[in-house]
C-alpha cells in the first residue's frame, strides 16, 4: 500500500468556503487538545486510489481505532459516517473512513470480493498510527463487506464488529426493488445471457429501492455477483465463520430496505451466538421512514449504545 497524500480536513473546507483563518487559529485546531481530520489517499497493490479521511482524537494515539464501512453507493464522507467519525473521535478513539473501491457510481461495477478486501488498508491506516485493536463499524452494504473481510482474512487485528441497519441477505433487498420474484428471475436471466455473450461489464438499470431512490446502474457480472441467485452478499451465512468476536446489530423498526426487514434479525441472531442485536424502541408508530435507515435523529441514542457496548467489551480507546 502507498500512502500518497494528507492533509487537514478542516482547513480545506475553510478555503473551499472562502473563509480565511489566522495562523494562532490554525496552530490551536491542530493541537494535541483537539480532534484531527486528516484526508488520506492510498493505492492498493492493483492500482486502485482509494480516499478518505483519519479523525485523530486529542491527545494524538488510541489504542483502539474503529474503522467505518459505507453503504450502497456512499462515500467515504456519507453523513452518517462523518457524524460516527466525530462523535467516536471526541469519545477518544482514533477513526477511519475509506472508500472501497465500490463507492459512488462504481458500486454496480465491483464484485463483493474485491470491495470488501480493500478494508485491509482501512486497518493498515489505523495501523500506522499506533492502533492496537480495531473494531470494523459497517452501514447497510458495509454490514455485508465488512464480515466478509474478517471471514476471508482472520486477521487478528479486528477484535470486534459492529453492524449499523444490517442486512440479513443483500439478494432480499434486490428482489424487493424489483416488486416480484417474476422480474427478479427475468433480470437474472438478463445478466445470466449478458455474461454468456461475453457482454458481462456491459451495463443495465435496477429498480431504486424503496423511499424514492433512483435506478442504479450495474454490469451483468456484478448482479449476479452482489445480487444473484448464487451471491455471497448474505450476512446471515458469512457470520457464521467470524470467530468468537463480539458483534453488536442496530436497527431502527421504522427502516424500509427490505435487507434489513423481518427474518433478518432472526437469521442474524441464529448465525452467530455472539451477536447482540438491539431494535430500537418504535418511535413512529409502525410507519416506515427512509432516514431511519441512516438513524436521521437518533444520532445520540445510538451513539450512547455503541459506546457503552464497546466499553462493556473492554474496547476503550
Excluded at 467519525?85 to 477511519?96: I, M, Q, R, S
Excluded at 458500486?107 to 489505523?126: K, P, S
Excluded at 417474476?182 to 423511499?211: C, H, L, N, T
Aim: hydrophobic share 40%.
Amino acid at each position: 500500500m502507498k500512502q500518497i497524500a494528507a492533509s487537514c480536513v478542516s482547513i480545506l473546507f475553510l478555503i473551499a468556503s472562502g473563509c480565511s483563518a489566522s495562523s494562532e487559529q490554525a496552530a490551536s485546531s491542530a493541537g494535541e487538545n483537539a480532534v484531527r481530520q486528516e484526508l488520506v489517499k492510498v493505492r492498493t497493490d492493483d492500482n486502485v486510489t482509494l480516499h478518505g479521511v483519519v479523525w485523530t482524537p486529542a491527545g494524538g494515539q488510541a489504542t483502539t481505532g474503529i474503522v467505518l464501512a459505507q453503504g450502497t453507493s456512499g462515500e467515504f464522507y456519507s453523513d452518517m459516517l462523518v457524524w460516527l467519525g466525530d462523535e467516536l473521535a471526541e469519545a477518544g478513539y482514533l477513526v477511519v473512513s475509506l472508500n472501497r473501491r465500490d463507492h459512488g457510481s462504481s458500486f454496480g461495477y465491483q464484485t463483493v470480493e474485491a470491495a470488501a478486501m480493500d478494508h485491509r488498508y482501512a486497518i493498515d491506516l489505523a495501523a500506522e498510527r499506533g492502533v492496537e485493536k480495531v473494531v470494523t463499524a459497517g452501514r447497510s452494504f458495509g454490514t455485508v463487506t465488512s464480515p466478509y473481510y474478517v471471514r476471508a482474512t482472520d486477521d487478528e487485528r479486528v477484535k470486534a464488529m459492529i453492524l449499523l441497519a444490517p442486512v440479513g441477505d443483500y439478494r432480499v433487498g434486490t428482489r424487493g426493488a424489483v416488486g416480484s420474484l417474476e422480474k427478479y428471475e427475468e433480470m437474472v436471466a438478463e445478466a445470466r445471457q449478458g455474461v454468456s455473450e461475453g457482454k458481462g461489464s456491459d451495463s443495465f438499470w435496477i429498480p431504486p429501492m424503496p423511499g424514492g431512490r433512483r435506478p442504479a446502474a450495474s454490469s451483468y457480472e456484478s448482479f449476479l455477483d452482489k445480487r444473484g441467485p448464487d451471491s455471497e452478499a448474505v450476512p446471515a451465512e458469512i457470520l457464521k465463520d467470524v470467530g468468537d468476536r463480539p458483534i453488536l446489530a442496530i436497527r431502527d423498526p421504522a427502516d424500509p430496505l427490505p435487507g434489513t426487514l423481518p427474518p433478518a434479525q432472526e437469521l442474524l441472531e441464529a448465525a452467530n451466538p455472539n451477536l447482540e442485536y438491539l431494535l430500537l424502541p418504535d418511535t413512529r408508530n409502525g410507519e416506515m421512514a427512509r432516514e431511519s435507515h441512516t438513524f436521521t435523529g437518533r444520532e445520540d441514542e445510538v451513539m450512547g449504545i455503541i459506546l457503552d457496548w464497546l466499553a462493556k467489551q473492554g474496547l476503550l480507546p
